[in-house]
Every structure is written in structure tokens, then in C-alpha cells.
T-cell receptor, first 115, second 116 residues
Framework: GENVEQHPSTLSVQEGDSAVIKCTYSDSASNYFPWYKQELGKRPQLIIDIRSNVGEKKDQRIAVTLNKTAKHFSLHITETQPEDSAVYFCAASAHYGGATNKLIFGTGTLLAVQP | ETGVTQTPRHLVMGMTNKKSLKCEQHLGHNAMYWYKQSAKKPLELMFVYSLEERVENNSVPSRFSPECPNSSHLFLHLHTLQPEDSALYLC???????????????FGEGSRLTVL
């Protein structure tokens, strides 16, 4: 089955700096890669996602890149702000049709943005 | 209420108790999920229901018993749990991942379970 590894487990940056979180996956059939943000005591929420037919996707200060050959994908946050502090989870799934989305998650990265 | 709501938010139970977690989604989705979140471990998929039928069971111990009476409600019945079952249990829902819809999971706030 799918296995997703995520690094680093913790990341501390100064406000305004960039942050990069990397994930690798094992199942070459995986074709959907979302990133979720979970603030302390809150639910995980989708912040950006990418499908395997695209190499990069950007939404304001966040971007995700995908390298299908190497089976890794990364989250990039530029101009970090204190409100970016949270745990970030990557995930991967292979859509074979049907109504379900069987996401396999990474272990999470605790991002701390120092003011 | 909108989104995905879970009750109770916190639950403390002994190993011999029987309790249930409840999840309700108001998004019109047709799939629901139970995830377990433990410290320093990835979110673990436990059960998946599509159109009220269980389509996935990731080898979860039988002391966890899911129930999906309709597309809006999902329960997790707990019986004879162990202290290592203490965790945050997250419910989620999604719509068909087809076409432009990526099947985004919408999570509830979770039920924090402590087993004594």
C-alpha cells in the first residue's frame, strides 16, 4: 500500500522568511496530493492540492511542486507570517473511481514562525 | 450548523465502558471517514463509508465498530478499549472525486478520547 514520508518534523523560521516542507510517496499510481493545515486545537483544513498531470501550482504565498519521476512533492510558503504557525500534513491518494478518497497522510510538520 | 460536527468533543472512559462517537455532515457529501490522530503519528484511516456502505476497513480492532445509518450520520461505537486507544478521533466527509472535484476531505473538530 501507499506510504508517505514527510520532513522535517519541526521547522522554525523568522517572520518573512520562506518555509519548505517535503514529502515522498511510494505508490506510483497516486495521482492526487493535498496539503492540510491544522492549527492548535482545530480541524485539519485543505490549503492547496495538486494532481499528477501538473508539476506546480501556486495560490498567493503558498505553492506546491510535484516530481512524479522521483515521487516527491513539496510545499513552499513565502513571506511567512505568525498566523502560518501550525502543523502541516501532506497526503497522497490514487483515485480509481468511486465516491471515496482514500488519503494516506504524512506524519506532519510543526511550523513555528517567529515574529 | 454547517460543515462537519462531532460529539462529544471530549470523552473519558474506563476500559470496560461502552460509548459512542457521533459525526454529522451538512454538506450533502456521499462519503464519510473515521481517522485516528495520535501524537507523532500520521493520521490513520480507520473506516470509509460510501453511500452508507463500508468500503474500507484498515484492519482496525473489533473493539471499534462503525455505523453509518444514512449519508449524513456516522458513528463509532467503542467497547472494551485499551489505554493506547487514547487519541483524537476525526470524522471527515467528501463528495465524489470526479471531474474537477478533487474529493477534498472536510474534517470535524474531532473527539478527544482518553481511556483510563
Amino acid at each position: 500500500g501507499e506510504n508517505v514520508e514527510q520532513h522535517p518534523s519541526t521547522l522554525s523560521v523568522q517572520e518573512g522568511d520562506s518555509a519548505v516542507i517535503k514529502c515522498t510517496y511510494s505508490d506510483s499510481a497516486s495521482n492526487y496530493f493535498p496539503w492540510y493545515k491544522q492549527e492548535l486545537g482545530k480541524r485539519p483544513q485543505l490549503i492547496i492540492d495538486i494532481r499528477s498531470n501538473v508539476g506546480e501550482k501556486k495560490d498567493q504565498r503558498i505553492a506546491v511542486t510535484l516530481n512524479k519521476t522521483a515521487k516527491h512533492f513539496s510545499l513552499h510558503i513565502t513571506e511567512t507570517q505568525p498566523e502560518d504557525s501550525a502543523v502541516y500534513f501532506c497526503a497522497a491518494s490514487a483515485h480509481y473511481g468511486g465516491a471515496t478518497n482514500k488519503l494516506i497522510f504524512g506524519t506532519g510538520t510543526l511550523l513555528a514562525v517567529q515574529p | 450548523e454547517t460543515g462537519v460536527t462531532q460529539t462529544p468533543r471530549h470523552l473519558v472512559m474506563g476500559m470496560t465502558n461502552k460509548k459512542s462517537l457521533k459525526c454529522e455532515q451538512h454538506l450533502g457529501h456521499n462519503a464519510m471517514y473515521w481517522y485516528k490522530q495520535s501524537a507523532k503519528k500520521p493520521l490513520e484511516l480507520m473506516f470509509v463509508y460510501s453511500l452508507e456502505e463500508r468500503v474500507e476497513n484498515n484492519s482496525v480492532p473489533s473493539r471499534f465498530s462503525p455505523e453509518c445509518p444514512n449519508s449524513s450520520h456516522l458513528f463509532l461505537h467503542l467497547h472494551t478499549l485499551q489505554p493506547e486507544d487514547s487519541a483524537l478521533y476525526l470524522c471527515a466527509s467528501s463528495q465524489d472525486p470526479s471531474g474537477a472535484n478533487t474529493g477534498e476531505l472536510f474534517f470535524g473538530e474531532g473527539s478527544r478520547l482518553t481511556v483510563l
